[in-house]
């Protein structure tokens, strides 16, 4: 039986260096994960965190140092690795499907998947196509997956950024238990009071560096929060504005499916933030969807003119708002082709392009070696970056805004807010749809509380009661 301190760590990280043009993305890391813990591993976005998860578990090689692990090594990426046209339990057992002979047994494979989500407190239909799936049902694939392969060491990378709360609290419950039967666990997180709360020790990296690291029970949210920027976190604007006439207006729309809507009426107006809450499912794809015209829907969705300026932020980046191969200039011209400043007579004019994308670096601290690196090669921060500063680089009359802040560390998340306060402040009527309650809170002006397909409730933002919100999200009457 293994004894002592040195015996208990299950992944040990040594000098970890890595380089990419004209980025040092990790600079001489040790790091230690050991049997039984969960270790939070934070930063600002582009400080190396997933790079050094990603060299941990094999995906990358390192340019200097070791990795010694002790048994199997999973992880949970951050963007999904995920084969769309198969069904979840295809995915989830993927080349370890049980077999009758030398046919795969169907029954048994949905069964195993089943139990395990059951188990887990992940409940997923195993036959559902993964292209079909949510954002946040395509998290939990990605976790059944790698849970399934029972790790002796498992790295979460933004794991919980598109749960739900009351999922969040089975997810923990689950990594919870890992870890008291000896799985050793390390979350990259931005959510600090996951790390507060879930975590016993912290490792905070700025910059390719460890900056601090130490017992979650010696420090405090406030602190690591410090520690990951550098200093005091940027404030968010403030929330006075002047309330005009409405800029869309919705009614009695309706759409198809389980997770569609049942006659929602909203109006939002210029100037104001219009927050909707809910846990995923209950039709806030739908409400995107129809009013960014992607689907067909009975009801009126309409603007105040034809001519309304739109900006949107999709709640998938990877998958609706970026080709991940191309440049960030490319990608700052992608989709706004109504927008003049775009056309050189019948081309694409990259010069302005250029100069949107140095603008959208500046005002969100974009962290890129260039303006051309393909934007795969960045954070998921700073790809959520880009996508938020493309959405408002034109000043829009009205903005879709779908989980804004979603895989981004707490600077930038106060950074982008303050950056939509300032929108509304200037006249833009924005919609704001969020499974981050805290956020959804701090911003709207007005709370929608969508279930079900229908709205269940509303509240003036600066006096909704938290507990009222949660029973209406939960399907109280």
């Not at 920027?229 to 005009?244: C, F, H, K």
């Not at 191309?326 to 992608?334: I, P």
């Not at 003049?340 to 949107?356: E, Q």
């Amino acid at each position: 039986m293994e004894t002592g301190r040195a015996m208990s760590v299950a992944l040990a990280l040594r000098g970890i260096r890595k380089t990419f043009p004209g980025v040092v993305a990790v600079d001489g890391v040790d790091l230690d994960v050991r049997r039984g813990e969960i270790h939070a591993l934070v930063g600002e976005n582009g400080a190396g965190k997933s790079t050094l998860a990603r060299i941990a578990f094999g995906e990358l090689h390192a340019d200097a140092g070791s990795v010694e692990a002790h048994g199997t090594v999973g992880l949970v990426h951050q963007h999904f690795e995920l084969v769309g046209r198969l069904r979840v339990w295809q995915n989830v057992l993927l080349g370890r499907e049980p077999r009758t002979g030398w046919r795969i047994d169907t029954r048994a494979a949905r069964a195993r998947v089943t139990h395990l989500a059951q188990r887990n407190g992940l409940s997923i239909d195993p036959d559902a196509l993964v292209e079909d799936l949510p954002v946040g049902m395509r998290q939990r694939v990605e976790l059944l997956r790698e849970l399934e392969r029972d790790p002796a060491v498992l790295l979460l990378d933004e794991p919980t950024a598109a749960l739900a709360p009351g999922e969040i609290d089975a997810f923990f419950a689950t990594i919870e238990q890992l870890a008291h039967n000896g799985t050793a666990v390390l979350v990259v997180t931005h959510k600090l009071n996951e790390v507060m709360e879930h975590a016993q020790r912290v490792t905070v990296m700025r910059h390719g560096k460890i900056v601090e690291q130490t017992q979650i029970a010696r420090t405090s949210a406030r602190e690591i929060a410090q520690a990951m920027v550098g200093g005091e976190l940027p404030a968010i604007a403030q929330r006075a504005a002047t309330v005009l006439a409405p800029c869309l207006s919705i009614r009695d729309l309706r759409t198809a499916g389980a997770a569609g809507l049942r006659g929602v009426d909203l109006d939002v107006r210029r100037g104001e933030i219009v927050g909707i809450a809910g846990v995923e499912g209950n039709g806030q794809s739908a409400l995107a969807d129809a009013i960014a015209g992607m689907i067909t829907h009975a009801g009126t969705v309409a603007f105040a003119s034809p001519h309304t300026t739109v900006g949107i932020v999709p709640q998938d980046r990877a998958r609706e708002a970026l080709v991940l191969g191309w440049s960030l200039v490319e990608n700052v011209a992608f989709s706004r082709f109504q927008n003049a400043r775009m056309h050189a007579g019948p081309f694409v004019n990259f010069a302005n392009a250029r100069t949107d994308a140095q603008t959208i670096a500046q005002r969100f601290d974009v962290r890129a070696a260039t303006l051309d690196v393909p934007v795969a090669t960045l954070s998921g921060g700073n790809q959520q970056k880009i996508v938020v500063g493309r959405a408002l680089v034109d000043h829009p009359e009205f903005l879709l805004a779908y989980n804004p802040t979603r895989g981004i560390d707490v600077g930038a998340a106060a950074l982008v807010q303050s950056r939509l306060v300032q929108a509304r402040n200037d006249g833009a009527a924005i919609l704001l749809i969020s499974f981050e309650l805290d956020e959804i809170l701090a911003l709207a002006d007005r709370v929608l509380v969508l279930f079900n397909g229908s709205i269940a409730g509303a509240f003036d933002g600066a006096s909704a009661d938290r507990g009222e919100l949660g029973r209406l999200m939960a399907g109280g009457a």
